[in-house]
Every structure is written in structure tokens, then in C-alpha cells.
């Protein structure tokens, strides 16, 4: 008996399940489910990491090499970059990454960001231009005429377009949008001197699809009015605070014309009175009050409820 117990207790041990304890590392970590083995096109791109901000998706990128590419890939989807007001330290490294891996961006934010330099944005339009319809790049005083290029030539789907305080902007730049910009919904061109009478009067001309526009301090006459009341019927918002060219003729002509009208903003406008304004106020929100106003700097006052930055 002593000599049939060993094979009986080696026979038993053969039929017990394997101990799990006795298996390799690397099989037991093999058998592991981890996110990345959710399919990442139909759940973890569109269900998970388009809920995410653009911070969140940096944060999660440094985890592993896995997560570095699953980002890159839900960068490659993204429609819309945000990165308005941020001047943080290193954000130009990460708009290289965005420039790379974004490749059907439909709006692009980039307002008051004072890192940005022609070689940074030039890259990110060229791959996006098909798509894109919205370019804020309002208070970017570093770039040059020569980023706009790509925009005005190559972004044929584009419909919001705002340069306000960009001082570099010129008056051949607005020659070049009149010649190859006809869908324009939006543009903010506020504060930029450089800007003339005469080639906004031929830029206006094409515009008929425009409904919020802003002018804030630049040096549009009642002439320009007249022609934006004469080509852009379906206009319902207008900035022209600081304006003080302007007079209640080119108002009442803006007014007449553009029936859609639910926005004028003409502080800071002193020829502009009562006598255009008053038969509008039932109708139409005016910031400019009966009353006298207040003593303001209007070159730096910047009133714009309509054109969120």
C-alpha cells in the first residue's frame, strides 16, 4: 500500500485545476482586460474622450504609450481647438502636438494668445483647411499677414472670421478676402487702423450673406454704411462703438435697409443722436442711452455682447 499512495496522490494532483499562483507573470498579465481593449473608432474616441478638454486629453497622453497613440487618434477627430486667453508656459509645445495630429478642425479659437508666431499657426491651417469655418484670431499681435494666406485663399467652407485689434493687419489683406471670401457670416475687424475707406467699400459689396459685423474704432464713414446697408440685407448684429466718423444719415440708412437688425452698438459715436436712434429702441437693442454719457477712453473700451471671444 505504501508503494500505490505516491502514484494515487500524483494522479490527484494531476485532475485539481492549475494553481493560478504557479502560472508565469506574463500569462497573468496577458489575460488582463484593460480600456484600451474597447474598441476605440465606436467607444472610447466618440463615448469617452470627446468629453475630455484639451488639458484632460494632455494629462492622459503622458500615462503610456498606448494612451499617447489613443489620443493622437481622438486629436486626429477633433473639430474644435479652444485655446483662447491661454498663455501658459510650454503651450507652444502642445499647439505643435495639436498642429500635427488635428486634421479636421472646424473652429479654431486662438484669441489673446501671445505665443503665436507665424511657423506655429501656418502648419495647423495647411491641414485643416478644407474644413475650417471659424478662425478667431483676435488680439494675436505676433502673427503677420502672411499667416492669413492659407485662410483667405484655401478655406473655402470659412464663415467666421475675427481680426479685431490686429494691428498688423493691412488694407492689401482685405483685398485679398474681397477677392476670394464671398461667404462670410462673421468678421470682426474692430481696432485696426490700417484699415480704409475705400477697400471697404469694395469688400462690403460681395458680403450679403453677413450678419454680425464689428467695426468698433475703426474709420468707417456714413459712405461705408450706406454701401453695407445697400449689400448686406440680412445683417442683425453691428458693433460701431468709437466710430466717430459716422452720423445719424449712414444710422438711419443702416436701419431703413437692414430689416433684421436687433444689435446696434454706437457708443462713443458723438454725431450719432436721437434722431436715428429713437424711432429704432422699440425694436432694437441700442448700449447708447438718451441720457449723456459718461466721459470714456474709447480707445480702450471694447463692448462686444455679440462677439464672444
Not at 503665436?116 to 475650417?132: G, T, V
Not at 474692430?190 to 450673406?209: D, M, Q, T, V
Not at 449712414?250 to 457708443?267: D, F, H, Y
Request: hydrophobic share 40%; net charge neutral.
Amino acid at each position: 500500500m505504501c508503494n500505490v499512495e505516491p502514484e494515487e496522490m500524483h494522479l490527484m494532483e494531476m485532475a485539481l485545476p492549475t494553481d493560478i499562483s504557479k502560472e508565469s507573470p506574463t500569462s497573468e498579465f496577458s489575460s488582463v482586460v484593460t480600456i484600451f481593449d474597447l474598441c476605440w473608432e465606436d467607444i472610447l474616441i466618440p463615448q469617452v474622450l470627446s468629453l475630455l478638454s484639451l488639458k484632460e486629453l494632455f494629462t492622459f497622453r503622458t500615462c503610456s504609450r498606448s494612451a499617447k497613440r489613443l489620443v493622437e487618434a481622438a486629436l486626429e477627430r477633433r473639430k474644435e481647438v479652444n485655446l483662447s486667453g491661454n498663455n501658459s508656459t510650454m503651450i507652444n509645445l502642445a499647439f505643435s502636438v495639436l498642429s500635427t495630429c488635428c486634421k479636421h478642425l472646424e473652429n479654431l479659437h486662438l484669441a489673446r494668445c501671445r505665443w503665436l508666431r507665424d511657423e506655429l499657426l501656418l502648419p495647423i491651417l495647411a491641414e485643416n483647411k478644407r474644413l475650417l469655418k471659424v478662425v478667431n484670431l483676435n488680439e494675436c499681435p505676433y502673427i503677420s499677414p502672411m499667416a492669413l494666406q492659407p485662410i483667405i485663399v484655401d478655406c473655402k467652407n470659412l464663415r467666421v472670421l475675427k481680426l479685431s485689434k490686429c494691428q498688423w493687419l493691412t488694407a492689401g489683406a482685405i483685398d485679398a478676402l474681397t477677392l476670394h471670401q464671398n461667404n462670410l457670416e462673421e468678421i470682426d475687424i474692430s481696432h485696426c487702423p490700417a484699415i480704409g475707406e475705400r477697400c471697404l467699400l469694395i469688400f462690403f459689396r460681395k458680403l450679403n450673406k453677413l450678419t454680425i459685423l464689428s467695426l468698433a474704432n475703426t474709420a468707417i464713414t456714413d459712405q461705408v454704411l450706406v454701401m453695407i446697408s445697400n449689400c448686406c440685407r440680412l445683417l442683425e448684429h453691428i458693433n460701431l462703438v468709437g466710430c466717430t466718423a459716422i452720423s445719424d444719415y449712414g444710422i438711419i440708412a443702416i436701419s431703413t435697409r437692414c430689416t433684421r437688425l436687433r444689435t446696434l452698438l454706437v457708443l462713443c459715436c458723438p454725431r450719432v443722436t436721437e434722431r436715428s436712434l429713437g424711432p429704432l429702441r422699440k425694436r432694437i437693442y441700442i448700449d447708447k442711452t438718451n441720457r449723456s454719457e459718461p466721459s470714456l477712453n474709447i480707445n480702450d473700451f471694447y463692448p462686444s455682447d455679440f462677439l464672444i471671444y
